[in-house]
C-alpha cells in the first residue's frame, strides 16, 4: 500500500509559474516509477513527466519539454515528488495527479499505474 497527496496547485497567469509537490509514502514506493499525469475536462489522462526508479531518468511530453522540470528525493519510506512548470500556457489547464507504477517500461501509460494521488487542479487564465 501506498499514499500519495499533491499540493501547489491554483491560478496563474499565462506565462507565469507554478510548483507542485507530492508526498508518497510506503514500505516499497522507493522502488517505483513516478510520474505525474493531468487530465483536462472532456480529455483523457496524459503522461506528463516521469521519472525512473533506479537510475532517476526523467521523460517529458512533448508538448512541456523545456517548460516543466520534473525531480524526485527519495529517504527510507518516502518519496517527494516535485514538478515545476514554467512558461504556463492556457493548454496546461487540468487536473494534476501524481502516480507510482513498478512497470518502468511503460511510464507514459496510465493504466499501468496502481497507485494515484487525489489530483491538483491547474488554471493557467489571465
Known amino acids: 500500500q501506498a499514499q500519495l497527496v499533491e499540493s501547489g496547485g491554483g491560478l496563474v497567469q499565462p506565462g507565469g509559474s507554478l510548483n507542485l509537490s507530492c508526498a508518497a509514502s510506503?514500505?516499497?514506493?522507493?522502488?517505483?516509477?513516478m510520474a505525474w499525469f493531468r487530465q483536462a475536462p472532456g480529455k483523457e489522462r496524459e503522461f506528463v513527466a516521469g521519472?525512473?526508479?533506479?537510475?532517476?531518468?526523467?521523460?517529458?511530453t512533448t508538448s512541456v519539454k523545456g517548460r516543466f522540470t520534473i525531480s524526485r528525493d527519495r529517504s527510507d519510506n518516502t518519496v517527494n515528488l516535485r514538478m515545476n512548470m514554467n512558461s504556463l500556457k492556457p493548454e496546461d489547464t487540468a487536473v494534476y495527479y501524481c502516480?507510482?507504477?513498478?512497470?518502468?517500461?511503460?511510464?507514459?501509460?496510465?493504466?499501468?499505474?496502481?497507485?494515484w494521488g487525489q489530483g491538483t487542479q491547474v488554471t493557467v487564465s489571465s
Open positions: 502516480a507510482a507504477t513498478l512497470d518502468h517500461l511503460r511510464m507514459n501509460q496510465p493504466r499501468t499505474y496502481n497507485y
Open positions: 521519472v525512473r526508479w533506479n537510475d532517476g531518468a526523467t521523460y517529458y
Open positions: 510506503g514500505r516499497t514506493i522507493t522502488r517505483h516509477t
